[in-house]
C-alpha cells in the first residue's frame, strides 16, 4: 500500500511557531493526510492562447479522495487544506511575453482567486506555491486545477511557456516535477 493511500494522523503541537491564526484552534485539531504529493513529471503547457488546460497529477484511488486524469472527486465531508508547487517556464524561441493564469475550479464554480505570471524571458523558471482551503459539505464534490495562455501574451510568448519538468544534473537529487500537490483534511 502506498503512502498514498494510506491515512496518517498528526497531532499539531500549539507550541509550533509556523501556527499564526487561530492557534488555539488549530492546536486542538488533529490533521489528516489525505495524500502527500502527488507529482507529473512531463511537461504541461497550454497548446493555444485562450484554451483551458486541466492540469494532470498521479491518480490515486483513497477512503477520502480519487485522482483521475485530473479530476478530484471528494468523497467525504470535511475541511480539505490542498497545497500546489509546481514550475513555470517559458519554453522555445525568446520574444515577446506569455501570461500564464491557473485557478482552482470546481463543480461549483471557480475556488479563491485566479493567478497570473508573466515569462518574458526563455530563461528564466518561476516556482509557484499556491494553498487553498477548502470547504466540504456536500459531498461528493470535483475539482480540478485549470492552466490557460491568456490573450495579452504577446509574441512568442503566444505559443511558449506553462509547467515545465526540469532534469537535475546532480547526483542524488531527483528531477523536479512540473506540479506536485499534496492535500491534509480536518474532520
Known sequence: MSVANTLIKLKVNENEEHIEDNADEIASKTFNIAFQELENYTNQ???????????????IINPLIDVNNGIFTI????????????????????????????????????????????LSDSSTTIPISKTFLLPVKNAPLTIWFEAVRNDASTGNGRTDGGFITIPSTTPGFSNTP??????????
Open 178 to 187: 512540473s506540479l506536485g500537490i499534496s492535500c491534509v483534511y480536518m474532520p
Open 75 to 118: 468523497k467525504v465531508n470535511a475541511n480539505y487544506l490542498f497545497t500546489l508547487n509546481g514550475q513555470l517556464q517559458r519554453t522555445g524561441s525568446s520574444g515577446g511575453v506569455s501570461f500564464i493564469n491557473y485557478r482552482l475550479n470546481s463543480s461549483i464554480g471557480q475556488i479563491g482567486s485566479t493567478q497570473c505570471v508573466e
Open 45 to 59: 503547457i497550454p497548446i493555444n492562447t485562450d484554451e483551458i488546460l486541466t492540469l494532470q497529477f498521479t491518480n
